[in-house]
T-cell receptor, first 117, second 115 residues
Framework: GAGVSQTPSNKVTEKGKYVELRCDPISGHTALYWYRQSLGQGPEFLIYFQGTGAADDSGLPNDRFFAVRPEGSVSTLKIQRTERGDSAVYLC???????????????FGEGSRLTVL | AQTVTQSQPEMSVQEAETVTLSCTYDTSENNYYLFWYKQPPSRQMILVIRQEAYKQQNATENRFSVNFQKAAKSFSLKISDSQLGDTAMYFCAFMKTNSGYALNFGKGTSLLVTP
């Protein structure tokens, strides 16, 4: 596609429910990142993929958070047993290669706003 | 861990004027990258400008320039001839060169450009 696409744009759920957020990167981009942006804060790194594998998942806050990218393109961020503190905008970004990120060639989607009631 | 501090939560500037957004960071690394990103209400982060720490020359991109002071660990953004479309959140970000490729962002500065 022309840009990074994230769905849903907005998601409201109840505490304790399971949520999936989807990211469709720019075609051909091998590197894919997830960030979480809480209200009034800058984005916080969660995980990044190089191809199908998670190259760095050190930012995932706990084992309720999990992300996959089975075919090296679309990625899904999965959150189990959601808590009110998980409410945030979840941003996805992609780059042709990880080296291109250093050049600033990192393209963000518009994010998925998750609200946990 | 690297920390990025943006001490100005909100700034305002009149159209056509110049404004400077400040950013400081803390790191023990010698080589790294610094970025300024713009986030309009659409939430999509857009790169404004980047700087490689080993380059002494300050980066410029049209109306945007930085003042990079490595010893002081300071990386301010200057916007000249401000335009209404510059109204947005601006985030300073740090990236190590040797691992992770993850960006560390500051809390952001909300910039309002007024007519």
């Amino acid at each position: 596609g022309a840009g990074v696409s994230q769905t849903p744009s907005n998601k409201v759920t109840e505490k304790g429910k399971y949520v999936e957020l989807r990211c469709d990167p720019i075609s051909g981009h091998t590197a894919l990142y997830w960030y979480r942006q809480s209200l009034g804060q800058g984005p916080e790194f969660l995980i990044y993929f190089q191809g199908t594998g998670a190259a760095d998942d050190s930012g995932l806050p706990n084992d309720r958070f999990f992300a996959v990218r089975p075919e090296g393109s679309v990625s899904t961020l999965k959150i189990q047993r959601t808590e009110r503190g998980d409410s945030a905008v979840y941003l996805c970004a992609s780059s042709q290669t990880v080296d291109r990120v250093r050049s600033g060639e990192l393209f963000f989607g518009e994010g998925s706003r998750l609200t946990v009631l | 861990a690297q920390t990025v501090t943006q001490s100005q939560p909100e700034m305002s500037v009149q159209e056509a004027e110049t404004v400077t957004l400040s950013c400081t960071y803390d790191t023990s690394e010698n080589n790294y990258y610094l970025f300024w990103y713009k986030q309009p209400p659409s939430r999509q982060m857009i790169l404004v400008i980047r700087q490689e720490a080993y380059k002494q020359q300050n980066a410029t991109e049209n109306r945007f320039s930085v003042n990079f002071q490595k010893a002081a660990k300071s990386f301010s953004l200057k916007i000249s001839d401000s335009q209404l479309g510059d109204t947005a959140m601006y985030f300073c970000a740090f990236m190590k060169t040797n691992s992770g490729y993850a960006l560390n962002f500051g809390k952001g500065t909300s910039l309002l450009v007024t007519p």
